[in-house]
């Protein structure tokens, strides 16, 4: 029952943006536009907007009385609008809001958002089916809810940043366009290596959500947390290598996917949000490589016992920071920098005590060991 109102209401919301207009304060070339605060406007719904026909340009300023207003954004301008073809959308867009172009199904081919777009709201590109390529800008920072839900059409995602794309919030797959594509290009090429760089300490939530392309995949040292779902239902995933600081994979990361090898550096299993992670192939058949000495501290926690583990890697070297491979006076200068808070903690390699804290004794510890003192 309280499923069947949430779904009554969310048509009764379609319903009333459908058959109204926004508030707007002039129209320039026939479409409205709205005055912000900040002096910029945004497109907003007319008539005009939701009838218009072929191929539409969002321009970068529009004039009204004399005065030159740059457009920033847009929202709900062409809800329901099944007559537009292509969409061209200005430099100076910074947002597209809720249901801009919700079932807008006369759109066909590549959809380009500009560099400079840094939300997309929720139901945005919903239901424009006939899309069948988008193109992410390193500068987006959000998609709201169900951004591209039901873009059935797509077949790529094109970026040009990948740190910017694994940093990037989704709420959930259906944001994600990825999830409708199942390829990923970057900068031209299809990813199917996956190296993730060391300035990143998380992967998102739903970042890969089923790349039916990838192959393989590496985090470098840099990162902490593997988001929820972030590879689900990656089917050609058959090798993953964990950087040695990987603590906590949520749940249903590696779900589906048909891993047959993976590479863990971290010293201590990484804690498993739920028993999902590692669910979907066969698990015994997995053989996992972990650091020498330490296969007694992933025996002891599940499901990585159900591995066939294997302690062949070489363990990270104690005092190493920074992960330079190196242990120095710079190690030095990086573990100061946590104990003050100017960089984030990572215990697993600053903890040289061993007593579960990062603090000025790991310091003496890691003079000594510089010194060769034991």
């Not at 129209?27 to 939701?50: H, I, K, M, P, Q």
């Not at 945005?124 to 839900?149: D, E, H, Q, R, W």
């Not at 995933?237 to 589906?256: E, P």
């Not at 053989?287 to 302690?311: Q, R, S």
Request: one cysteine or more.
């Amino acid at each position: 029952m309280k499923k069947i109102l949430m779904v009554a209401a969310m048509l009764f919301t379609c319903a009333q943006i459908a058959w109204s207009y926004d508030d707007s304060d002039f129209e320039y070339d026939n479409f409205a536009y709205y005055v912000e605060e900040d002096g910029t406007v945004t497109l907003v719904s007319n008539y005009y907007s939701r009838t218009c026909t072929g191929p539409v340009v969002i321009p970068d300023r529009v004039l009204n009385k004399g005065r030159y207003y740059t457009v920033t954004a847009i929202r709900n301008a062409f809800y329901g609008n099944q007559n537009i073809t292509a969409v061209t959308i200005g430099k100076n867009i910074r947002n597209i809001d809720e249901y801009s172009f919700y079932s807008c199904k006369g759109l066909t081919g590549m959809l380009t958002i500009p560099e400079g777009v840094t939300n997309i709201g929720k139901f945005a590109f919903g239901l424009c089916n006939g899309l069948t390529g988008v193109s992410i800008p390193k500068s987006l920072k959000s998609m709201g809810n169900y951004a591209f839900s039901d873009c059935e059409g797509l077949t790529v995602v094109y970026i040009t940043d990948f740190a910017a794309w694994c940093r990037l919030h989704f709420f959930s797959y259906e944001d994600n366009p990825l999830s409708f594509a199942h390829h990923l290009y970057l900068n031209g090429t299809e990813l199917q290596k996956l190296e993730i760089p060391d300035d990143i300490t998380d992967i998102s939530n739903f970042a890969f959500y089923e790349c039916t392309s990838l192959q393989s995949m590496s985090t470098g040292d840099g990162v902490d947390t593997i988001g929820y779902r972030s590879f689900w239902c990656c089917s050609n995933l058959r090798t993953i290598t964990l950087g040695k600081n990987v603590k906590y994979i949520k749940d249903d990361a590696f779900y589906n996917t048909a891993l047959t090898e993976i590479y863990s550096y971290p010293k201590k299993a990484p804690v498993l949000e739920d028993y999902g992670v590692f669910e979907g192939f066969d698990i015994y058949s997995v053989t996992c490589h972990v650091p020498k000495g330490c296969i007694d501290n992933y025996n002891k926690d599940y499901p990585w016992y159900w591995f066939n583990l294997v302690d062949d890697l070489d363990a990270p070297a104690d005092g190493d920071v920074n992960a330079d491979g190196k242990v120095n006076v710079s190690d030095v200068t990086a573990l100061v920098n946590m104990i003050l808070g100017v960089i984030p903690k990572n215990v697993d390699s600053a903890d040289l005590t061993g007593d579960g804290k990062v603090n000025v004794s790991d310091v003496t510890a890691l003079i000594n060991i510089i010194l060769g003192v034991h």
